[in-house]
Structure formats: C-alpha cells, structure tokens
C-alpha cells in the first residue's frame, strides 16, 4: 500500500562546494535514526572517493529518511543529493523536476556564490518551494542577518525564515526538519491506479546488481517482477529488484505515486538508460512520456594518451570500465604521430574531463598525458556541408571552408570588488562581450558572454590566480556563432607536431604563437643539433624560435672501473628516453605536451 | 683448490684477438686515504692503521690466483690506483710487483704507474717506488691555488706539489698530473693561465678534468641544499674545454682521449688498454677487470668494502662476482669507451660483436651533424662530438 501524498516530502539541497551541504546531509541522516550511530562515517552520501575529497557530488544519491513530526504524523522524506557543478546542468534540472522543494543552503560566513546561483535558479524553473539554511552559524564571522539580506537582493527570494544551523555541531537540524515537513509541498498529484509514469533520474553500475536505476514514481506504481519498458530508449526489462535507500539499499514490495527508489533489472549497460526517460509498464502504458528529456551531449574534448606506450590496453579497458557506468562520457580511439595510441574523449565539461582523468590515473594508476582540451566547432564547407571539429589534427583544408562557429557560453561570475578590474580584463582577453555588472554589497556580479574554446583552456586556473581565490565562476552553454578562427599548428624542427594543434582566434594567434614557441624551447632539452620551433597557420609561420645546439655532455672520467657504471647511467638515460616521445629526429619530453598549453601569459 | 679456474669459458690459448687489439694489464686498488676529498666518489676510505704486510700478502695471492689462469699472456702494464696507492709502503708496491713478475712475462716497454699525493711525505717514498719497479707516477696536483686546493679539500699546497713534480721527474722517467678545472667561481682567462702555468712544469703528460658532482660525495649533498654556487653553466664549461684543447695543442700535447693530454709516444699505456677494451685484471677492494675472446668476456668485480675485501681475499677469491658479458654490452662498453680517443673505434670489430650498435643510419645521421668521421674501419668523433660525447653515444646505442 503506498504512502498517502501528504506524508511524503521530495527535497533536494542546493548549496555551494564547502557551504556544508554533505555535512547537513549527514545529520539529516543521523538525527533521524536512519543510519545507526556506529555506521556513520562523514559525507554519507557522497561514496567515491573523489566525491568526497573534492567535496563535490558527481552521481545523484538519494536517501529515504522516515521523521516523525511534532504534528505525531510520521514523514517520509525523500533527499536527493544532486550534482552541484554546472558540467552536470541537465543531470540537476531532472533531479529537480523529481522533487517539489530544495534547501538552500548558504555559508553565513561567505554568502551567496555563482554556483548556487545556477542551482537556485535551476530550483526556481522547477517551481520548487525553497527554505533557506544559513550553516556555520557558530563561526565568529558569521554575519547571518546581511548574508540572508544578500539572498534576497540577489536571488529574489524570501530569507527572512531562515533557519539557523551548524551542520557541524548539529545546532538548528531538528528546525530544517520541521521546515521541511511544513514548508515545502507534498507531491502534487498522482493517482495509483493510473498506467505506471516514472521519470528516470539517475543510473550507475554496480558490480553485483548491473544498472540500478533511480526512479521518481509520478503516477501509477512500480511492483517486483513488472515487465516495464523505457519510452525514450524503447529498452524493455523485468524488475528483479525494488527498494529505497536508507541510504544501503532496502527492498520493498511497491512504490507509488511521490516515492523515490530503485529498481534493477539486468540492465547491462548505464548507456541503455538515459537520465530523463520516462518509465511505464510494458501491457499498460501511459499516453505521453514526461516533457523535457534531452540526450546529454559530451561539449569538451582531449586526448587521452598512456605515458607508457604498453599500457594503451589498460588504457582502453579502464576507459571501457569508466564508460559503463558514465553514459555521458564518449570516446573513440586516436591515433597520434607525437603521442602514439589513445582517445579522443567526450566530457560535459571540465570538471567532468578532470575527475575522469584523475579516477584514470588514481584507480588504474595509468599515467596519462592530455591533450589540450577542444570544443566542438561546426565547419561550414564551400560545398554547402557542414562538418562537426572535434579535434584540431582533422581540420579540412582551410581552401574548402567557407566559415567557421564555435559555441559560446554565458558565464557568471562573482567577485569581490578589489579584483573586479583583473576578471574584466581577463574575460576581455579571452574575447568575451559583457552582457551585465551588478553589485551585491561589495561584491561584483558580472555576466559574460565568452567563447567556450578560451574558457577550457585556463581560464579557471587564471581567474582563480588574479583573484586570489575570492571569485566563483559558473556557466551555461548559449549558442554558436561564426568568428575568425584558424587552426595553428607547432612545427618542431620543421615538422608539425599534431598534438600541439589548436584552434585560436585569428586576432590572438601571434600572441599565442609566440608564447608556445618561447615556452617550448624551455621545455625541449637541447639536442645535438639546433631546432627551430615555429607556430605556423596554414603554410605562413607566425612566430619562430629556435633552440640552440647542444654544446657539452661529456664524462669527464671514464676509466676501467667505470664501465659498467657509466653503462648504467646510459641505460638510465635511455629508459628516461621513454618518457620522451621520438617526432622525427627530435625527442620531446612528456611534460612539455601539458605545460606547453597552459599560457602563464 | 687454491687454483680453481677463475675465468671458466676464458679460452686463453686463443686469446689473439682482444690483447692484440687492446692489450692487457694489471689493475690495483689501493682502498685508503688520509682524508675524503669532498669531489671523489671512488672506493676511498680514511682508517687509523693498515696492517701493510697482510695487505700486501692478499693482494699477492690474489694477483696469482689470477695469474694462474692467464700465464700466456704478457703483461703491458701495471696501475696502482685508488684511494692513496702512495701510501702503500715501498716494500708492498714491491710484493706485488714480484707477485706479477712471477706469473706473467713483462713486456719490454712494461709502464707501470702509481698514482700519488704531491706530499713531502710521500715525495720521501718515490725512490723506493722506483727501485721497486714504478716507472711513471701520476701526481694529484688538482689546482695550482692555495684557495682551490682547500675547496677541494687537498692537504697540500702548491709549493709542495711544485716540489713534488721537480721530484718525481728527476726520479721517474715519466710523470703525468692531474687538474680539475671549471671549479666554483672559475672564469676563462682565469683557466687560460693556470692551464698555461701548468703546461711550463708538465713533463709529458696531463689529465685534465672537469670538477663533476658526482653523486654520493659531500659536493653533491652541498649542491642539493643550494650550496656549491659559481660553478660553469654549460656555455662557460663548453668553453674552458676548448680553451684546455686549443693551449694543449699548442704546446705539443695531443688530446689522444676526452680528459687526457700527451707528448707523443707519452700516453698512459694502461688507460689505452681500457678504452681500446682489451683486458684487464681488477685486483684489490671493488676492482673491476674485463678478460676475454672476440665472443665471451667474464666482468669480475671484487667485494668494494676493505674489510670485506681482505676477508675473503685471505679465504681464497676477493671476488664478488664473475659473469660473462652479452655481446650487446661488450658492444656498447667498446662504443661507449672507444669513442672517448682520439684514433677512435674499429666498427667491424664493434659489429662483429652487435651489428645493431652504430648501424649506417645513425652513424651517417652524426656524420652530416659534424659529430663524428667514418674513414674506413674507423669510427671517431670530431673535436665537437666529443663534448657531447654521452648523447652521440646514446645515438649510437640501439
């Protein structure tokens, strides 16, 4: 028998990295019961392990908190803990659509942040009620009184309710609860004995189960053993396994209209189930799937390649892995001239391509060298065609092209007054057009809107440096359009080195040009020979610098006793020569493929 | 038993090819100095006594033992080296070059050689050297500064080693010393003249280094905690080594090897054997020797540590270890010490032993970079392939 709609509450909470959102979470958790006291470890939910020391949450997780209210009706609450990072904005908004209320939770010693500011707005757009939690109350520089005033200017909702809480000393958690029983909504509708509607919200691999899937029961109600099918994908599957999170998995018989849970049903891959799918019974389906579900589509792009040369088929089974419980990250094999075997990945955005790359090198414990991080740029052809560019190294011929869009993306940041000046700059280097600056006490909002290209190059590294730390920055992806755009390529010793192949803007390419060659020749040991490192856009070289030849490396002695010795330093030498890659008769060290693209400028 | 055979697979009766080409000679080790200078990382230990006689006496056996197996041969040359082989007495020198005589036809021409301090105290030994047989010393002069000497931390000055030099060459028909240049601080003009005073007292031979840090010396530790400044970068250093190689000429001393000046008809024999790789006996605490035909070479290293040495010395082999060489490391120890002469390497006697070391392509690559000449059977490098010596060898290595 399902839960009347009026005991059950969805929430999900909306909160800045650090702002204590993992950590409200977890009291949530304990002051509830659901876990026992000895089961407790910090950050609940969050279970990977980059999950928890990055503070961030990639995979949406979830919990079913039973509560029993001061009115002596007992609750279900639903939590689900969203990712927090923009990478993930189509994952967040259909989190947000399986839940009716969030809790906003904000620093009371920093303030409102970009990054809540999208979430918040995400929230908004899903009609959801929103109760304020001011966290870290009991920090001598909380100011709770102006931050909730902040909230309002800035968000433009009601703080003035605010709970007061520390997530850490558990002061004000039993307020949050009562909140959220009074003041967000129960489910809105849904009638249990209509045809099963349930929106998909999230998916991962479990080594044990296959896919489980993590569903929002709208209308009707999911049973063990129901044959369901998947209106988008048109995958059809029996449910072996149904349960709530609490948060280790419980079975139940059913779940009906308001309820969160699970379901598994051998499911073989997380790329069978789409985030946003509409779930309904094979015999009896509903008329029309939920609105709004879109594939996610991968915008930033690198090569990933082994340092080690013999480890591409670890490289290619730990991607393999990767890929079977992340359906938005796509790959293909690449092949290199530089760099030899490895992939050309897809991610949905930086951070996204950084914790891949780092649960590659942590987990399979794979040294990799990235590429520079592209975006994808449509190439309309003199013939009419359009070509979508992934990847620098397959630029046509610039004869074909008539011209060329890259994608844009309206970026928001925040930032203390002081360095308001260095962000603007910065944002002007990088091409950007200013669509608004606002000021929130003192403190700067600014909107931008930039090429994407400029922004997955550094352009977090170079804000976060000019600004101390102090600004947030988050974005969404607006549109494409056409600029002058060119392919620059690196020529070391009159060769092209495909690795080192971007795409710049017309305008900055002999700034770039120049400082790649003055950092490459830092870069590249001296060899016996001179080298000439040129940044050339299609056959025009537009900057040049040359290393000089090696002059002295020499033994200065060598006698009977140090044969095998010095053999031994050589057989070193040639075993560094590894970690160099051989292009043409030039050696060029690894590290000179990463640092070569980040500009210090 | 005493006699068990050292060199199994040594087929000594037909040993033509190696000591033919690159001679054979006799290797000592004496282990001990006065004090660690703070640039050496050779097998060098300060201790209070050494019983000489016992030394002596295992040194001897040792010598035998190997000699047992080697009878054949005629030695070109002996090298006391070190540590402070001229703080070994007269009297041990003597052992063990009667130890030698004893197993091994000498050569007409023999050179025998001990490496000694520029110290009044040890110049008091030189006569007994020669009256035991020593016909070229080597004197550790390393720089004529008073300053230099003690960052080198030398305990002579430059008075003694002038004094010592005008010794050794009224008592030894040759005499070579040694200097360490591109020292902390040192500038060109200032090399140019200590090289030019230095080149008015040799007799007829230089070996002249460049200081390098090596690792496991008290330089390298102080290089790593940021002291050790004013050292040459690499253009300087480049430099001086042209410098050394122009005045050197000039006044009648060819580079017949990397670090290594002389008169015609002056160069260490010894050394020669080394990098023309023909074979060698090590003998003494962590003494390498090389002993061979075209297809199989043994690498003998004896037990590094003194103490240890002696141990089993006096138990019947100061032997650590005793392998056969591949002919891939045969090959890339010739390149690797052919290349540092000037008459360079013989390549069919380098491919003989690995076709795959100094193949066409990358030889002919080198020859059109200037860095190293093919006339024939002869493999060299050119005066500017030989400063980068270490990369043309890699080159070269497959």
Not at chain 1, 272 to 284: C, F
Not at chain 2, 109 to 131: C, H, K, M, W
Not at chain 2, 166 to 178: K, L, N
């Amino acid at each position: 028998m399902s839960t009347p709609l009026s005991r059950i509450r969805n929430f999900s909470i909306v909160a800045h990295i650090d702002h204590g959102k993992s950590t409200l979470a977890d009291r949530l958790i304990q002051l509830t019961g659901t876990v026992a006291e000895r089961d407790m470890k910090a950050q609940m939910l969050d279970a990977m392990d980059i999950e928890r020391e990055r503070g961030i949450t990639i995979k949406a997780n979830t919990v079913r908190i039973d509560y029993p209210a001061q009115d002596g009706h007992t609750y279900i609450l639903n939590l689900i803990d969203t990712p927090g990072h923009v990478d993930f904005a189509y994952e967040v908004s259909r989190s947000m659509r399986a839940v009716e209320g969030s809790l906003l939770v904000v620093d009371a010693t920093q303030g409102v942040e970009a990054q809540t500011l999208a979430n918040v707005y995400t929230a908004i757009d899903a009609d959801h009620e929103i109760v304020t939690v001011l966290n870290k109350i009991d920090l001598p520089a909380a100011e709770p009184e102006r931050i909730a005033e902040q909230i309002e200017d800035v968000i433009g909702i009601d703080a003035s309710n605010a709970c007061l809480i520390s997530a850490k000393t558990g002061v004000g958690i039993p307020d949050v609860l009562e909140a959220i029983v009074k003041r967000l909504p129960p489910p809105h509708s849904g009638d249990p004995d209509a045809p099963l509607k349930a929106m998909l919200v999230d998916s991962w691999y479990d080594p044990y189960l296959g896919v489980v899937v993590l569903v929002r029961i709208m209308d009707g109600t999911l049973k063990k053993g129901d044959n369901i099918r998947m209106m988008r994908t048109g995958g059809k599957y029996g449910v072996d396994k149904l349960g709530v999170f609490r948060p280790a998995m419980q079975d139940v018989k059913e779940l009906g209209p308001g309820e969160i849970g699970f379901f598994t049903g051998s499911i073989k891959q997380v790329r069978d189930t789409k985030v946003g799918d509409t779930i309904t019974h094979e015999k009896r389906p509903c008329e029309t799937p939920l609105p709004g579900f879109k594939p996610s589509i991968p915008v930033v792009f690198c090569g990933l390649f082994p340092v080690d040369a013999a480890e591409f088929e670890d490289l290619r089974d730990s991607i393999e892995k990767l890929a079977l419980n992340d359906a938005s990250f796509s790959f293909e094999m690449e092949t290199s001239a530089a760099l030899g075997f490895g992939f050309r990945c897809g991610f949905l955005g930086l951070l996204h391509l950084e914790v891949i790359r780092d649960r590659i090198e942590r987990e399979y414990n794979i040294e990799l060298i990235t590429t520079a991080p592209s975006v994808i740029y449509h190439i309309f052809m003199k013939d009419g065609s359009v070509l979508e560019l992934h990847n620098p190294a397959d630029m046509p011929d610039m004869s074909k092209v008539d011209h060329l869009e890259e994608p844009r993306i309206k970026a928001t940041i925040l930032v203390p007054d002081d360095y308001l000046g260095d962000v603007l700059k910065l944002c002007q280097d990088r091409r950007g057009i200013q669509l608004d600056l606002t000021y929130v006490g003192n403190r700067a909002m600014v909107v931008y809107d930039l090429p994407l290209n400029e922004v997955v190059f550094d352009f977090h590294d170079r804000l976060k440096s000019v600004t101390k730390g102090y600004a947030s920055f988050d974005y969404q992806m607006d549109s494409y359009r056409e600029d002058n755009l060119v392919k620059m390529q690196i020529l070391v010793n009159d060769e092209p080195v495909d690795a080192l192949s971007t795409m710049v803007h017309r305008d900055r390419a002999d700034m770039r040009g120049r400082a790649m060659c003055a950092k490459l020749k830092d870069l590249i040991p001296r060899q016996m020979f001179k080298i000439p490192i040129q940044a050339a856009i299609g056959g025009k070289v537009i900057a040049r610098e040359t290393l000089s030849a090696l002059r002295k490396d020499v033994t200065a002695k060598c006698y009977g006793g140090d044969a095998t010795r010095k053999k031994k330093l050589l057989e070193k030498q040639k075993a560094g020569k590894k970690k160099m890659r051989q292009f043409g008769k030039v050696e060029i060290p690894q590290e000179a493929f990463i640092s070569a693209l980040k500009m210090d400028e | 038993m005493r006699f068990e055979n050292l060199w199994p697979g040594v087929l000594t009766q037909n040993n033509l090819e190696n000591w033919q080409i690159g001679g054979f000679g006799l290797y000592v080790h004496w282990p001990f100095c006065e004090a660690k200078c703070p640039y050496c990382d050779f097998n060098s230990h300060v201790v209070s006594h050494v019983d000489q006689g016992r030394w002596a006496r295992a040194l001897a056996d040792e010598i035998r033992r190997a000699g047992a197996e080697t009878s054949d041969r005629v030695l070109g040359s002996i090298f006391f080296g070190g540590g402070t082989p001229s703080l070994m007495t007269p009297e041990t020198v003597s052992t063990v070059i009667e130890a030698a005589r004893d197993c091994w036809t000498f050569a007409n021409d023999i050179e025998i050689t001990l490496e000694a301090n520029p110290r009044s105290v040890e110049v008091q030994r030189f006569e007994g050297y020669a009256r035991a047989g020593v016909n070229r010393v080597s004197l550790g002069v390393q720089a004529l500064h008073a300053s230099d000497l003690k960052r080198l931390g030398r305990l002579h000055d430059v008075d003694e080693a002038k004094t010592a030099l005008a010794v050794a060459r009224s008592v030894f028909e040759r005499v070579s010393f040694d200097l360490i240049y591109a020292r902390q601080n040192q500038t060109l003009d200032d090399w140019r003249s200590e090289l030019g005073e230095a080149l008015d007292m040799a007799v007829d031979h230089l070996s002249l280094y460049q200081l390098t840090v090596e690792e496991g010396t008290a330089f390298w530790d102080r290089a790593r905690a940021g002291g050790l400044r004013g050292l040459p970068g690499e253009d300087l250093a480049a430099d001086m080594y042209e410098v050394t190689q122009d005045l050197c000429s000039t006044a009648g001393y060819t580079a017949y090897e990397v670090s290594n000046h002389a008169r015609p008809g002056a160069q260490s024999r010894h050394n020669l054997i080394y990098w023309r790789y023909g074979d060698w006996l090590g003998i003494g605490p962590g003494a390498h020797g090389r002993l061979g035909t075209a297809t199989q070479r043994v690498a003998t290293v004896a037990w590094r540590q003194p103490g240890l040495w002696l141990q089993h010395a006096e138990a019947g082999s100061g032997l650590e270890s005793r392998a056969f060489l591949d002919v891939s490391d045969q090959a890339g120890e010739y390149l690797m010490m052919g290349l540092r002469l000037d008459e360079g390497l013989d390549i069919e006697r380098l491919h003989r032993l690995d076709s795959t070391v100094a193949g066409p392509e990358a030889v002919a690559e080198l020859v059109d970079l200037d860095l190293v000449l093919w006339d024939g059977p002869v493999l060299r490098t050119t005066a500017k392939g030989r400063l980068v010596l270490n990369s043309v060898v890699a080159a070269l290595l497959p």
